[in-house]
């Protein structure tokens, strides 16, 4: 639909925002004069603009058959529509109530791991007008390149064309291995540890790929889930181990999964990414508050702990 001030439709032109507006001011009048005392235009200009908008849609809208304007069933029928499209307009021009819309993070696993709750906490106080919306999203960009999302907390490399990112902090890799299995009892792990077992990869919103091992030292099979939920099943059902980052630790505990620190993986980065151009009006809030919270808070979240042994 169109929006702008141009010629009175006809011939193919778009409707405008004004003809929905005026319709909606007879309906409410009952009456061509006063609709055009409200819309502070002549009564010519409001009768033009509602015959455009009734040759437009092929209905007549209004009955003019008496003193008292009234709408006729179709009229009736098109004024909720109106009024729904005139007031989504208005809402998204109106820089207040854009900045009132919720502010969503999507995350894959994980979320922004022991600083979560920080951030919830702090953004809830410092803008309670802006809610903050946590959503988990299976996907690599954790929906952002969807739209589903205004910003995503993502780990590992992130390539995707369109999207800003920044590395927040930097976390260790675990190992996930079944919880009675024989690595369970280790202080440590290496990578070579895991290679004469299956690993247990989540090619759909995972960080960890073969690439992680070198090309001749390579786990000898693979089982590809897709998702976090499925990929603590198979390692806690003996299917084989798998790699995350120690955030996995607090944020997805499960009874059939121990976790083990990796001796000599790379560090994991975790990313605020969001999509370049104009978005969500609290993101640079959300980018310095992020910072702010990982700050004080220490760069990087603590090993885990060697697990207890029995």
Sequence with gaps: MSTGQGT??????????????????????GSVTRAATRLRVTQPVVSRTLAALERHLGVRLVDR??????????????RDKAAAAVGAFDEALDPGRLRRRPLRLGHAWSAFGPYTTP???????????TP????????????????????????????????????????????AVTADGPLAARASLSLGDLTQDAVVLNTVSGATTLDLWPPHARPVATLTVANTDDWLTAIAAGRGSGVSGTSTVGMH????????PLDDAPP???LLARRDGPGHPALPHLVELAREI???EGRTPPRTPPPATT
Excluded at 68 to 74: E, G, I, N, Q, S
Excluded at 155 to 174: A, I, K, M, N, Q
């Design 119 to 129: 951030l919830l906490r702090t953004w809830q106080r410092l803008h309670p007008r």
């Design 8 to 29: 009175e439709q006809g011939g193919g032109r778009g409707i405008e925002v004004r003809h929905l507006r005026a319709f909606l001011a007879i309906a409410d009048e």
């Design 65 to 78: 058959s008496t003193h008292h304007l009234a709408l006729t069933p179709d009229g009736v029928a098109f």
């Design 253 to 260: 505990p499960h009874a059939g999964v121990v976790y083990v």
């Design 132 to 175: 903050l919306e946590l959503l988990r999203i299976d996907d690599r960009t954790a929906g952002l390149t969807r739209g589903e999302v205004d910003a995503a907390l993502l780990r590992g490399p992130v390539e995707t064309p369109g999207l800003v990112t920044e590395v927040l902090f930097t976390e260790d890799r675990v190992a």
């Design 268 to 270: 994991l980065p975790v």
């Design 294 to 296: 990982v700050a004080r």
